[in-house]
T-cell receptor
């Protein structure tokens, strides 16, 4: 088990609602990345946070936003939920963004009805 | 140019056999090529990774073979065990930036 935790584990929302997902990073890690994994597919990079600033973003619309806190934990917020947002949302923490140090949490399964 | 293509989509191997999963990439700027293992209900876990300055890396029963000229890399699992049954993802990145992932291979090891 990694030291990366995510909450909640499962969530059901309806279209148009807003959702906040949370992630606590591994001790000693200062970078958090968020990924969306649709069923049967590989993860897609949403964005990365380093020192409380967004440090890179994938091909996701602005209704996907995030925060990183001084203790390096992070939140992913999604506004105006769409059916296609149903997926497993993965958080990964790393040291200085170095891929070799990246550990993933177990994910939050979001279902949008 | 950002794609990473992974094959096969699924693979069944007898216990003790060799499992081979292949990936191809297009962007020659990629400089980091990891393989991740994911069990149901869990996040992906880094299995083994390679940088393009070497052609092969071995860790226990897991080996990455890297062919820079062909822009391909593969994962070999020797002496495959039922506990290896999982979904395997290849990925690639440039300068530790965002990982570009393959679509995954569901591996089943038959006892």
């Amino acid at each position: 088990e990694t030291g990366v935790t995510q909450s909640p584990t499962h969530l059901i929302k309806t279209r148009g609602q807003q959702v906040t997902l949370r992630c606590s990073s591994q001790s000693g890690h200062n970078t958090v990345s968020w990924y969306q994994q649709a069923l049967g597919q590989g993860p897609q990079f949403i964005f990365q946070y380093y020192r409380e600033e967004e440090n890179g973003r994938g091909n996701f619309p602005p209704r996907f936003s995030g925060l990183q806190f001084p203790n390096y934990s992070s939140e992913l917020n999604v506004n105006a939920l769409e059916l296609d947002d149903s997926a497993l949302y993965l958080c990964a923490s790393s040291f200085q963004g170095r891929q070799e140090t990246q550990y993933f949490g177990p994910g939050t399964r979001l279902l949008v009805l | 140019q950002q794609q990473v293509k992974q094959s096969p989509q699924s693979l069944i191997v007898q216990k003790g056999g060799i499992s081979i999963i292949n990936c191809a990439y297009e962007n020659t700027a990629f400089d980091y090529f990891p393989w991740y293992q994911q069990f149901p209900g869990k996040g992906p876990a880094l299995l083994i990774a390679i940088r393009p300055d070497v052609s092969e890396k071995k860790e226990g029963r897991f080996t990455i073979s890297f062919n820079k000229s062909a822009k391909q890399f593969s994962l070999h699992i020797m002496d495959s065990q039922p506990g290896d049954s999982a979904t395997y993802f290849c990925a690639a990145s440039k300068s530790d930036y965002q990982l570009i992932w393959g679509a995954g291979t569901k591996l089943i090891i038959k006892p």
